[in-house]
């Protein structure tokens, strides 16, 4: 398969999981009449719950999902390791961490940015002390342990931030804030959260070429021309920036970032650069497809996204784990 | 009200400490830890259990029985008839026919059968999570709150200042359109939430409120 045709297959399956996540919900609307809701015609109920509650979920679910799938990609080339992915490093537990500090401190009343920042610090904070505990290009085992350390740090700390909290609706929000739902977004958190993501996707883009001279390892990129350091801070700044900005809004959402990376990697060759467009592409049918399938499965019980993509991840870990045991030495 | 409930000594439910305030009687609600109640009644001591009231019978029934638990039955029937009285007043108001919806913290809903339903009911209004075939209190996806049209929203506040993305649900753009267009709001408050003789306060508040909003008995 080409390239290109790749990339328009990706692109033709997000286009179509975005019209049938707007199409799908617990109000019972026919085809027609929601696409004419979607323009504004139609009864004024309809209109909103399209133009306010269902356009703003889809919006969020293709973006987060490219988000996700993108750092994905990013992350496993930069450290050229099949296993890392925002989730399971514990960078999207670390912005979560960071999102609740703003939201719970109450820092977010007063400047709504403080959410996706707070979110962005959390990640910064956990993708340096990953590369510190891990060192720059050591194996696999360490850099998995540091992320789980500093993964399960980040969530011991956001429990303890939401039980502490006197609120006593928030301890109620650990299974969001751990799980991640796209599910009564709106607009505003649109508005919050892309600009942060976009920002992140044009690091993360152009660190591309680095990434592809980084394959042949770091001494190799550097003879190559191509700057070490600045591949790092263009990675490091862009996955923090687009996950802290996707889970301000919407949660931490495991797995995305290491599933898709795996089933386009053979797709695309074995060029880092190819694979981070096609990862976005694909992370974002995955979770748009993901929240149909919530919304299917059980309408109006508000089921996580993140279980689902757990249910599809953690069994694809464990056989990846098996399959890097079987190859190492 | 609070002042006088500050001379009362404030227990955390832990067996220990109220063993050794050594009551006559432990007054509980039936949510009350299993374990901890067992454990007092195996000390000797007396726990009568309340079930939280979802409806006015509940709430007459918990009056009578705190008559008799604590040797003042009729104190108890004061307080049951002046409850009556009041029930019967609200009962000769006309109904005003606007359907209300309960939109609390986290997209939860009242459907029948619960406290709030009965509220709603005995302020003249139609309660939309019942009218949708829900019992209990259960989450209300925002698309059907929206489709369910409703002329007043009866929305949560929260109980303390302290931030929580439970109640961003309320100032969602959907449910802020509701209210601009026209829809009503009126935010619960401690009425709502225990049934007691004091219950009959959120009702006239919400009777009250949707009067003012929709014209007296107009349609």
């Known amino acids: 398969m080409t390239y290109r045709l790749l990339i328009a297959l990706l692109t033709a399956a997000m286009a179509l999981m975005f019209v049938v996540a707007l199409l799908v919900g617990p109000a019972k609307l026919d085809v027609v009449n929601s696409l004419m809701a979607l323009f504004g015609h139609g009864n004024q109920a309809a209109v909103l719950v399209m133009q306010e509650i269902r356009l703003p979920r889809a919006i969020l679910g293709m973006t987060i999902g490219a988000t996700l799938g993108l750092s994905g990609a990013a992350l496993q080339g930069y450290l050229r390791n099949p296993l890392a992915d925002p989730g399971v490093l514990g960078i999207s537990a670390s912005a979560s961490l960071g999102a609740v500090l703003a939201l719970y401190t109450g820092l977010a009343a007063i400047s709504s940015l403080a959410l996706p920042l707070g979110a962005m610090v959390g990640a910064v904070i956990s993708v340096v002390l990953i590369q510190a505990l891990a060192g720059s290009y050591t194996g696999t085992l360490s850099l998995i342990l540091s992320g789980v350390a500093v993964g399960s740090f980040a969530s011991a700390a956001t429990m303890l931030a939401l039980n502490l909290s006197p609120n006593p609706f928030a301890s109620l929000e650990i299974v969001f804030w751990m799980l991640g739902s796209l599910s009564d977004r709106s607009m505003e958190h649109v508005g919050l959260a892309v600009p942060f993501m976009a920002v992140g996707w044009v690091a993360l883009v152009a660190s591309a070429r680095g990434l592809d001279a980084l394959t042949l390892g770091g001494d190799v990129a550097n003879t190559l021309g191509a700057n070490v350091g600045r591949v790092r801070s263009l990675v490091v700044i862009g996955v923090a920036v687009a996950v802290g900005g996707a889970t301000s809004v919407a949660g931490s959402i495991g797995f995305v970032g290491l599933v898709v990376p795996h089933i386009l990697r053979p797709l695309v060759g074995q060029w880092p650069s190819r694979l981070l467009l096609a990862s976005a592409l694909g992370g974002a049918s995955l979770v748009l497809a993901a929240d149909v399938a919530v919304r299917m499965i059980a309408p109006g019980r508000d089921i996580k996204i993140g279980v689902l993509t757990a249910l599809i991840g953690a069994p694809f870990f464990v056989w990846l784990v098996m399959k890097t045991r079987r190859q190492m030495p | ?219």
């Open chain 2, 1 to 219: 009200m609070y002042a006088d409930a500050g001379v009362y000594r404030i227990n955390y439910g832990r067996a220990e400490e109220i063993f050794l305030m050594r009551p006559d009687v432990v007054l509980s609600g039936a949510f009350s830890k299993p374990t901890t109640v067992s454990m007092l009644r195996r000390l000797g001591i007396r726990v009568e259990l309340f079930e939280p009231a979802a409806s006015f019978a509940g709430i007459q029934a918990a009056i009578v029985k705190m008559g008799r638990v604590l040797g003042r039955r009729e104190a108890a029937a004061e307080v049951l008839s002046a409850f009556n009285k009041e029930v019967a007043e609200l009962a000769r108001q006309p109904a005003l026919g606007k359907r209300a919806a309960m939109y609390y913290a986290n997209s939860y809903t009242s459907g029948g059968e619960t406290l709030a339903a009965e509220i709603v009911k005995r302020a003249g209004l139609e309660n939309l999570g019942s009218q949708l075939g829900f019992t209990g209190t259960v989450k209300l996806p925002l698309e059907v709150l929206v489709m369910g049209r409703p002329d007043l929203i009866v929305g949560g506040r929260g109980m303390t200042k302290a931030k929580s993305r439970s109640f961003e649900i309320v100032n969602h753009p959907a449910v802020r359109a509701l209210t601009r267009n026209h829809a009503a709001l009126v935010l619960s408050d401690q009425y709502w939430i225990c049934g007691t003789p004091f219950t009959l306060r959120a009702v006239k508040n919400l009777a009250a409120t949707a009067r003012k909003a929709f014209g007296e008995g107009k349609r």
